[in-house]
């Protein structure tokens, strides 16, 4: 697992490396949070808890997760209705309120690209090595 957190005063951000398909959208949203030429690269105390959530839920790949540190405040909720979106050689866009069981090994989930082509590293997650990596836009 590569996943990382990003501790704010009230929002921890958590970023897994191997999921995230670079669409960019955190970078483009609020750059002042997500940068890359910074270390680290998510300052979640550069902007406001409530702008970051929703930046956060916009990442298709899943690769992106919050919490809020006010725990009276809702969890984030998957999509409704569960969609699942496709085109030509991109991966499964998936949204909603999701339990992935991969080998046995079940995950709850809100936002995911599973791999459709088979060459993935990390199954059942999209990793971008197969034909989907022209896909590095948004899926909708
Ligand atoms: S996949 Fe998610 S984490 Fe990766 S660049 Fe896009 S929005 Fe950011
Ligand atoms: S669909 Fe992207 S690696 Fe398979």
């Excluded at 999921?19 to 105390?45: M, N, Q, Y």
């Excluded at 298709?60 to 809020?68: C, D, K, R, V």
């Amino acid at each position: 697992m590569t996943v990382k957190e990003y501790y704010g005063a009230d929002i921890t951000v958590r970023f897994d490396l191997a999921r995230c398909l670079h669409a960019g959208v955190c970078l483009r949203s609020i750059p002042e949070v997500f940068d890359t030429k910074r270390r680290p690269w998510i300052l979640p105390d550069a902007g406001q808890a409530s702008h970051i959530a929703t930046v956060v839920r916009r990442c298709p790949s899943g690769a992106l997760h919050y919490e809020l540190t006010d725990r009276a405040a809702p969890a984030e909720a998957g999509h409704t209705p569960l969609t699942i979106r496709t085109a030509d050689g991109s991966p499964l866009w998936v949204e909603g309120d999701l339990v992935i069981v991969h080998n046995g090994a079940a995950a709850t989930e809100t936002r995911a690209a599973l791999c459709r082509c088979g060459s993935t590293a990390n199954l059942p997650f999209c990793d971008a090595s197969g034909p989907c990596t022209k896909w590095r836009h948004q899926p909708h």
